[in-house]
């Protein structure tokens, strides 16, 4: 069992920063892959990054590439998703995830979820 709680969303302008947290529980969390996904109203939840258990891989969507980063630290229990150059189409509710070893791309892989911080940035 795995049990998340994040943290570091807010209102800011465009073209600020965020830093996202995502603790973590559970004495085996080392071994799972981690991921970021957002919902904005109204819309499906998508993919914003993922990295591996070692943290030696990281994936990111296309709308973020460049933008955000992923990093976790295992010794803390903590993924973290650091949000640079935000736009007002980045605003949603940033849920963190884990996984069973592999990353993946697509919600329905994880199985684990937190319950959400909502990042909202004005234009």
């Known amino acids: 069992q795995v049990q998340l709680v994040e943290s570091g969303g807010g209102l800011v302008q465009a073209g600020g920063s965020l830093r996202l947290s995502c603790a973590a529980s559970g004495r085996t969390y080392s071994s799972y892959a981690m991921g970021w996904f957002r919902q904005a109203p109204g819309k499906e939840r998508e993919f914003v990054a993922a990295?591996?258990?070692?943290?030696?891989?990281?994936y990111y969507a296309d709308s973020v590439k460049g933008r955000f980063t992923i990093s976790r630290d295992n010794v803390e229990k903590t993924v973290y998703l650091q949000m640079n150059s935000l736009k007002p189409e980045d605003t949603a509710v940033y849920y963190c995830a884990a996984r069973r070893v592999a990353t993946s791309t697509s919600p329905s892989d994880y199985d684990y979820w937190g319950q959400g911080t909502q990042v909202t940035v004005s234009s």
């Open positions: 990295i591996s258990w070692s943290g030696g891989n990281t």
